[in-house]
């Protein structure tokens, strides 16, 4: 069977990783304002009553490091090991001949998007967003596909407004349509297994499919639908796919959004979404992803730690990277060999990632996940006037008005080596093994 949305929530559900909200939730603030608050018990959320739609809403499924772990069936410091793996091996996407989304079909004056429980996230965004859509497209010269993650604003009952600038590859590849005065025919799969929307927005070379890498990821091919209105295919197991057309030579204002760093992108000129047709399961779920939510920064960081990883563990014996809680700072742990290592860890890290603008070398007894381990690290270990190195003029991530990205520092938290004894952490006997819940 094709691992879909459900099955991942079954798998969270026997893992106790799944909560049900039952009362009723307005889609406006209310229900992302659950989620913000129920952000830190690392749990995937249900909504089944949704106010103003029939369509339940699930949230955070890959919340945190556990829930990634149970995933890729590794552990939280193996994941991206697993994830390099794995990506090495692209598999081609199948058809299928038929797929549950196809159980509803509607078309033209049927398509009314406010059916959906669609989420007002943040209270200064231009109205309702689809955070979680898959946006599919053809390459209309080579006739590849690509796939990536889009957020959209709700416009009314067929049109959205869509944000996909150059370099993004759906911006250049609607570029190229709207140099022939054409329309581009796109897709937007919202519900599937979390390996689809990790592989869509992953940045790969352009031509590639990331649907092969969904498939890498699954360790057997995606099986694709085929759309009923644009030569366009979606994952069969989807449980809502929107249809439609990126209009040529029309923009209009998008925004202002909450964005993945947790400030309001402002009201742009962006394309327009017109939908054609809405399928979907007949008991279908909606998915919701909150902008710089920590399951937002698991599907950005991940296939960048992986990077990262690569490229250090050419230099060290590295341990574990963490990006979470932003993709513009890392925490790399490593066995130190020699007093200087963390220095060619940082540049390679640097040279990996360009958008890495803070990145901290720990030892391999701090926990890279753990925040607050890392924090400790750094408080009883770095030694600010040796062990901190500026890189200025150093270019990182690029929409930056204000010049903030645009030099880096690393940060040496390591002990000094040969000095273990001094440095060793205290340890509780029996901590490791206990079980809090044999006491409650
Ligand atoms: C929840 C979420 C929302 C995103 N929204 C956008 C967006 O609106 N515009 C954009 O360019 N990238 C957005 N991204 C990032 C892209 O999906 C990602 O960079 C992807 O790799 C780009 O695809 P490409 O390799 O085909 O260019 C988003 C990512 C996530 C996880």
């Known amino acids: 069977m094709q691992r879909d949305l459900r099955f991942h929530l079954n798998l969270l559900k026997s893992a106790d990783r799944l909560l049900t909200v039952r009362r009723e939730v307005d889609p406006k603030f209310e229900l992302p304002a659950v989620m913000k608050a129920a952000e830190g018990l690392g749990k995937a959320i249900i909504f089944e009553n949704v106010k103003g739609s029939r369509y339940p809403v699930v949230n955070n499924l890959l919340g945190s490091r556990d829930v990634v ?35 509803v079909i509607k078309q033209g004056s049927e398509v009314d998007l406010g059916e959906l429980p669609l989420v007002t996230h943040s209270g200064k965004d231009a109205g309702p967003y689809i955070t979680a859509g898959i946006a599919v497209a053809r390459d209309p010269d080579t006739g590849i596909r690509n796939v990536s993650v889009n957020r959209m604003e709700y416009k ?21 349509c709207e140099k022939r005065g054409k329309n581009l025919e796109i897709a937007v799969a919202i519900g599937s297994h979390p390996f689809d929307i990790l592989a869509a927005a992953t940045t790969v070379d352009y031509g590639v499919d990331e649907f092969s890498i969904s498939g890498s990821l699954r360790g057997e ?90 490229a250090v563990s050419k230099v060290a014996h590295i ?30 890290a640097f040279e990996a990632y360009s958008w890495l603008k803070h990145c901290v070398v720990v030892d391999h007894d701090v926990n890279v996940f753990d925040v607050n381990d890392v924090w400790w690290a750094m408080a009883t270990r770095n030694r600010p006037d040796t062990g901190l190195f500026l890189l200025e003029n150093a270019p990182g991530f690029p929409r930056d008005p204000f010049q903030i990205h645009q030099s880096k520092l690393g940060i040496d938290a390591t002990a000094p080596l040969n000095q273990w004894e001094e440095f060793e952490r205290k340890v509780v006997p029996g901590f490791d093994e206990l079980r809090l819940d044999d006491y409650l």
């Open 156 to 176: 009314g009952r067929n049109k959205l407004g869509i944000r996909m600038m150059p370099p993004q590859h759906l911006g250049l590849i609607q570029g190229k």
């Open 69 to 103: 772990s149970l995933l890729f069936e590794a552990r939280p410091e193996e994941v991206v090991l697993e994830w390099s793996r794995r990506v090495k091996n692209p598999i081609e996407p199948e058809s299928a001949s038929l797929g549950p989304v196809k159980e």
């Open 221 to 310: 091919p995606l099986q694709l639908a085929k759309c009923e209105t644009v030569d366009v295919e979606v994952p069969a197991t989807s449980e809502i796919v929107l249809e439609g057309e990126v209009l040529a030579g029309v923009r209009e204002p998008e925004g202002p959004f909450g964005d993945f760093m947790q400030y309001y992108v402002p009201v742009m000129e962006n394309h327009v979404f017109q939908v054609k047709a809405i399928t979907h399961r007949k008991d279908a779920i909606y998915q919701t992803i909150q902008a710089s939510s920590l399951e937002d920064t698991h599907i950005l960081a991940l296939s960048r730690e992986a990077k990262v990883h690569e």
């Open 319 to 348: 341990q574990a990277v963490c990006m979470v809680p932003t993709i513009l700072s890392c925490a790399i742990s490593i066995r130190k060999r020699f007093e200087e290592e963390p220095r060619n860890v940082l540049a390679a």
